[in-house]
């Protein structure tokens, strides 16, 4: 073989490594993907030992390429029937090389430690975001809590589409707030939330979220009914 055919054949391999990076990166943006998902999905420790072996393959090119550029490099200063022990020489040492790559070595690798960084980082999000919706969400059961029945003060019936106000987290019917909000704005004032004892006197469309916890709740207890 000669040496600009093994010039060539590295060049093939530097090739599919930039394939195996552009892999890697692709493992890792699935697996961001599944941890942002927040269901604890055993597949990302499979991607993880994909990217380990990925990193394992780049290593072993990377030992490859560049034993064999020393070697070439020794050989191509002697004499030509050097070039019959060239591949023994390379093989050799490739072999001593591939040895002493260890574990350490392959989670230190930059796509490992990134992918690693990434999963760690959508890990906090996820959590985060999962202790804020939480927190919402016990306040919205604190405030329903304290209601006695799923009236709205309005209407004194209950409520179809319950909205909550997020100034005073008051909840009314939705109808029945906006027919309101009109009525006072048609006559230049302010709407003033209809709970008793509530100091917001300044109830604006903008304000209204829609509940949905208490709508569940109306929902169950109205198919409770029906089946009774």
Not at 25 to 52: K, Q
Request: aromatic share 4%.
């Amino acid at each position: 073989m000669s040496l600009s055919a093994v010039h060539g054949t590295l060049s093939s391999l530097k090739s599919c490594q930039a394939d195996i990076g552009t892999a890697m990166d692709i493992v890792t943006n699935v697996a961001i993907d599944l941890a942002e998902a927040r269901d604890g999905n055993p597949a990302i420790a499979e991607l993880e030992n994909m990217i380990l072996e990925c990193a394992k393959l780049d290593r072993e090119i990377n030992y490859f390429v560049d034993i064999v550029q020393q070697v070439t490099a020794e050989v191509s200063a002697q004499q030509p029937e050097s070039m019959f022990s060239l591949s023994d020489k390379v093989k050799e040492q490739f072999m001593e090389r591939i040895a002493r790559l260890s574990d350490a070595d392959l989670h230190n690798h930059q796509k490992v430690v990134a992918f690693k960084d990434s999963i760690s980082n959508s890990v906090s999000t996820a959590n985060q975001e999962a202790a804020e919706n939480m927190e919402e969400l016990d306040e919205d059961i604190a405030v329903t809590q304290t209601q006695d029945n799923f009236f709205c003060p309005l209407t004194q019936v209950e409520m179809v589409n319950p909205v909550k106000n997020k100034k005073c987290n008051h909840c009314y019917d939705e109808a029945a707030i906006l027919n309101l909000i009109k009525t006072r704005h048609n006559q230049k004032k302010k709407c003033r939330c209809p709970v008793v004892g509530c100091e917001n006197t300044d109830v604006r469309k903008s304000d209204l979220v829609l509940n949905k916890l208490l709508w569940r709740k109306i929902e169950s207890q109205k198919r409770q009914s029906n089946r009774t």
